[in-house]
């Protein structure tokens, strides 16, 4: 398979910086594809005679060179690129192809959905709707005219704003699209289709009107309203928190059930999964309400940080990623509460970014080198991006941070650059030394930082050691020191604070400081400190790392009951129990008993009684570290251990805190009607872990409680709550619950994924074989992304089932990835990456998930982005 490497980049031979395109949906079989470029040479690429265009599936017809017909010898196209000699300084290229929308399963390019025809081209799916420099440090202004029949599909829709449109013969229409913003490739787009608009407009600070239309599928308008209401709390949010205003007079959103991706911030004209923009309270939960509010928002926010100042090329990715993802996460935590969003973001980080970082598909913020981009749309691109990104603002702080931003956009605004672009930036407009700290972006692999500590009475002076070190990852064994700012606070024995005063540095006294670390080992100095403190370390997960310090249990609890910093409280309850589960590991693959002390319930039970103060924190610091988190802490993973024990943790608190859990399910019911917002979410999180946690007792008093939460519930997150509880519960009411709910919402496509989902989830005995069976159901199909994470995506997840040690999950995953392999590649490759970190499991499964690994190998027509995955995990 080829690599591309980042050493390698060359600026592009030719520009093209206009493109006029007009596309004839003659059929969902074909469509008629006529592209002018203007081309000129570019000055500072390589000199060549030949235009060498990229393409996919594009069958090309003809190809014109100002207005003259080229003979066939002068051009040539194979799969890959249309390929033209003795080409001019600067002219205009006509070509004409032929493309088939319906074939398209794998969903990049024009595809259809179920009305009408859809786009995605991130990051190069361009490339299969007409020849081109398909990269995207090629940036042309677009005028698009689409020709479609006008019944079937009465929206034509492109980039920018519509210029013209009308009736043409055969009962036909035509319309014509003119962005004018010059942009890459990968943002462009085109729908036609029958949909439903709901239309509104947004005042920005200067004064201009907006016109925000969103597009939804017949019939489901009133389920847009949410989404377009976050919208313009986006714009809004953007105007205030850093100045940036939206710069088109109409904003388009289509949504569309087929779709590879979350979302698409295409200029002006968003495309989005259905599942991210679709809410209404009896289909949706308050995680896809706050998860719909944070895409909308960030697809937005690309309209600066990633369309106005784009990426050279796709190493660039986390440019954009990172910084958008940041930007989120500030709204995120503006909007809801600002703990418990830094608290889920960590979360996201260590299930699915750690793991990343410590398996064979381990790669820097920046990657060096890639065989297929789409397979580097990846936790560590997007999660780690956001903390570098969030690293720099920590360090230089919040107004230099934001001045760094300014300067981003007066310096590179209209261009494609790389990520030192922005750390040039904000470095010089804070005047930071942040030349280390660009190794961020180079090294993979998530660092540890060992930290020990001294006190001595005498001088009342408290001394922290930070050693810091980082595992070897693919392509590099060995690693440089990174420059790593560590937020730090002392607590006295009674919870109080202590001012800090750290040697050698002139200001101080706050209680809370940030450390810069840039050596292996550094020594921090507290002076006048009046007793043995316990360190709150990392606060507010300052940077990405494993930070180990010897804590006891009583150092967590004072912790976990004092610590000013709300993540730091719950970081000290993860502890508690992450201790107490691999201990508990630690003794039953010994065959020991496995108990769990009275301590760990106390611990808990105070944050119960404490619930009322935050009960969306509470929710978070009652909830156990997951499965995997575990799992990575292990020298050797055996996931049935861990689930066992983890479940036995749970079913300790469960009778331990019974009561407590009982109250809190009653008392936090959310009279009235349903709001999805932060408080009202928060204590219908508490009550439905309350009721998570009391099931697995599995008193049937609580099981009909369950059963009748399910059926009388007036919103989806308490209903599939229940559901999941009963799923996990081997009763006679389970199947009746699961088949009830599949009767009830069969035809809302979005509810029977959560269906899909529940079934895959179940830690139950049968549920290898209830999955194999759900991939026979109707309601399933491979040809549709969101059905494919419903089902197989979260039965990879299943910690129990898909590792069921007698490979019976490894065979069904392996059979439908490589099925789903000839359909959709892209979709395929995620599925085949469950296995990448075989090497990390204890010996039965290690060798099952390798053999499972071979057979994807062997298989002939593998696509590209499977082989790279499985090339790397068998490397
Ligand atoms: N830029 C979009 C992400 C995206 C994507 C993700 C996975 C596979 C293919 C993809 N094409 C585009 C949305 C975003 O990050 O905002
Ligand atoms: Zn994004």
């Not at 919208?231 to 940036?244: I, N, P, T, V």
């Not at 697809?299 to 990623?321: I, M, P, S």
């Not at 998530?446 to 009475?457: G, I, N």
């Not at 199909?781 to 039965?795: E, I, R």
């Amino acid at each position: 398979a080829s690599t591309v490497y980042l050493k390698d980049y060359r600026p592009p031979s030719f520009l093209i910086p206009e493109v006029v395109l007009d596309i004839d949906l003659q059929s969902e079989d074909e469509a008629l594809v006529q592209a002018t470029l203007a081309v000129r040479r570019n000055p500072e690429g390589a000199a060549s005679g030949t235009l060498v265009l990229d393409l996919d599936e594009v069958a090309v017809e003809a190809v014109a060179i100002d207005g003259e017909p080229l003979v066939p010898a002068r051009w040539q196209a194979d799969a890959r690129h249309l390929t033209i000699r003795d080409v001019p300084e600067s002219f205009r290229l006509a070509t004409r192809s032929r493309i088939h929308p319906r074939r398209n399963t794998k969903l990049m390019g024009i595809y259809t959905s179920s009305t009408g025809f859809f786009s995605l081209c991130e990051a190069e799916g361009f490339r299969r709707i007409t020849p081109f420099l398909d990269r995207p440090d090629v940036m042309a202004r677009y005028t698009v005219t689409l020709h479609a029949d006008e019944e079937r599909y009465p929206v034509l829709l492109a980039n920018g704003n519509l210029e013209a449109q009308g009736a043409e013969g055969g009962g036909r229409h035509w319309a014509r699209w003119v962005d004018p913003f010059p942009k890459p490739s990968y943002l462009f787009a085109v729908v036609a289709a029958r949909l439903d608009r709901e239309q509104d407009s947004f005042r920005t600070r200067s004064g201009r009107s907006v016109l925000l239309q969103f597009f939804v599928e017949p019939g489901k308008l009133d389920q847009g309203r949410f989404a377009l209401d976050a919208l313009k709390q986006a714009m809004k949010w953007d105007e205030e928190r850093y100045g940036l205003e939206v710069d088109l007079d109409e904003y388009n959103v289509v949504a569309v059930g087929d779709f590879n991706a979350g979302a698409m911030e295409n200029k002006g004209l968003n495309i989005f999964n259905t599942k991210l923009v679709l809410a209404r309270a009896d289909i949706s939960t308050d995680g896809d309400f706050n998860f719909i509010d944070r895409t909308v928002a960030h697809e937005y926010f690309h309209n600066w940080t990633g369309n106005r100042v784009t990426c050279r090329d796709w190493f660039q990715l986390a440019l954009k990623e990172g910084l958008t993802v940041f930007r989120e996460q500030q709204y995120a935590g503006d909007r809801y509460s600002r703990a418990v969003a830094r608290i889920q973001a960590v979360r996201n980080l260590r299930t699915g970014q750690f793991p990343e970082d410590a398996g064979p598909m381990a790669h820097p913020v920046r990657p060096a080198a890639y065989q297929q981009v789409s397979n580097f749309y990846t936790a560590t691109v997007y999660q780690k991006g956001a903390e570098l990104v969030r690293m720099m603002h920590t360090l230089v702080g919040p107004e230099n941070f934001r001045k760094g931003i300014a300067l981003y956009f007066r310096l590179h605004d209209g261009h494609a650059v790389t990520t030192d672009a922005l750390v040039e930036a904000i470095e010089q407009a804070s005047g930071a030394d942040l030349g280390q700290f660009r190794l961020w972006y180079e090294q993979a692999g998530t660092p540890r930082l060992a930290v020990r500590d001294r006190y001595d009475e005498a001088t009342h002076t408290y001394e922290l050691t930070v050693t810091q070190s980082c595992p070897p990852t693919p392509g590099q064994p060995t690693k440089q020191a990174l420059h790593i700012p560590l937020a730090v606070g002392l607590l006295g024995p009674n919870g109080r604070e202590f001012a800090l005063r750290v040697e050698g540095e002139k200001n101080g006294r706050g209680t809370s400081t940030v450390l810069s670390l840039r050596g292996e080992t550094e020594v921090f100095r507290f002076l006048d400190v009046p007793a043995r403190p316990v360190p709150s370390l990392a606060r507010n997960f300052s940077a990405p790392v494993l930070v180990d310090y010897p804590y006891d249990e009583d150092a967590l609890q004072l912790l976990l009951g004092y610590d000013s910093d709300p993540f730091n409280r719950w970081e000290a309850g993860q502890r508690l129990a992450m201790d107490l589960l691999l201990v508990g590991v630690a003794d039953f693959r010994a065959g020991r008993p496995v108990q769990f002390p009275d301590y760990l319930a106390q611990a808990f039970g105070r944050v119960l009684a404490d619930a009322e103060q935050d009960p969306a924190f509470a929710a978070e610091a009652l909830s156990l570290p997951p499965e995997v988190v575990v799992a990575e802490q292990l020298q050797e993973i055996d996931p049935l251990a861990v689930h066992r024990v983890r479940f036995a943790m749970r079913t300790f608190l469960a009778e331990r805190l019974h009561d407590a859990f009982q109250g809190a399910y009653e008392r936090y019911e959310t009279p009235g009607a349903y709001s999805p917002d932060a408080v009202s979410a928060g204590r219908r999180a508490l009550r439905n872990l309350s009721l998570a946690f009391l099931m697995d007792l599995g008193a049937p008093t609580t099981r009909q409680r369950a059963v009748r939460q399910l059926e009388t519930a007036t919103n989806m997150t308490d209903a599939l709550a229940a559901l999941s509880a009963l799923a996990n519960c081997d009763c006679p009411e389970r199947r009746v619950a699961l088949d009830a709910f599949y009767a009830k919402w069969q035809d809302e496509p979005l509810v029977v994924d959560k269906w899909l989902a529940t079934e895959a989830l179940s830690r139950l005995p049968g549920t290898v074989e209830r999955v194999r069976d759900l991939t026979l159901h109707p309601a399933f199909t491979l040809q549709n992304p969101n059905k494919v994470y419903a089902l197989l995506g979260s039965f990879g997840v299943n910690q129990v089932n898909f590792h069921a040690a007698d490979g019976s999950g490894y065979r069904l995953m392996t059979e439908q990835a490589l099925l789903l392999d000839a359909v959709n590649p892209q979709v395929a490759s995620r599925m085949v990456r469950n296995f990448e970190r075989y090497g990390r499991f204890e010996p039965v499964r290690r060798d099952l998930m390798r053999a499972a690994l071979e057979q994807i190998a062997a298989k002939p027509g593998l696509s590209r982005e499977t082989a790279e995955v499985v090339g790397k995990a068998l490397a």
